[in-house]
């Protein structure tokens, strides 16, 4: 009789600590479950914001890039413009020094 109550309580402890056991570890698993969840929305709104910042600086460079192009034509079309009227005031003062010594030759 003793042998069936010792067998007895120690089911009941058994039984107790296995849905003790069940609950802490089902309760983790939730838990971890939910926290994961809750940190997937703002690591997408994390990468969303990301992706604006990625276009903003995306747009920005491009801006610059373009203002610098337009920088370097305008200087490039100046220096051009520089050097051909040198070059057409060089003919015609060379045009004038050959008509004057072409007179002086008369």
């Known amino acids: 009789m003793v042998a069936i109550l010792f067998k007895l309580i120690f089911y009941v402890i058994s039984a107790i600590s296995n849905i003790i056991t069940k609950v802490i570890f089902s309760t983790t698993a939730y838990f971890i479950v939910l926290l994961i969840h809750a940190l997937k929305v703002p690591g997408e709104a994390t990468k969303g914001l990301l992706e604006q910042a990625a ?52």
């Open 55 to 106: 276009d903003t600086l995306r747009s920005a460079l491009e801006y610059v890039v373009g203002l610098i192009m337009e920088v370097i034509s305008t200087s490039i079309s100046a220096i051009i413009d520089t050097i051909k009227d040198g070059i057409i005031e060089s003919i015609v003062n060379g045009k004038s020094a050959l008509a004057e010594l072409v007179e002086q030759t008369k």
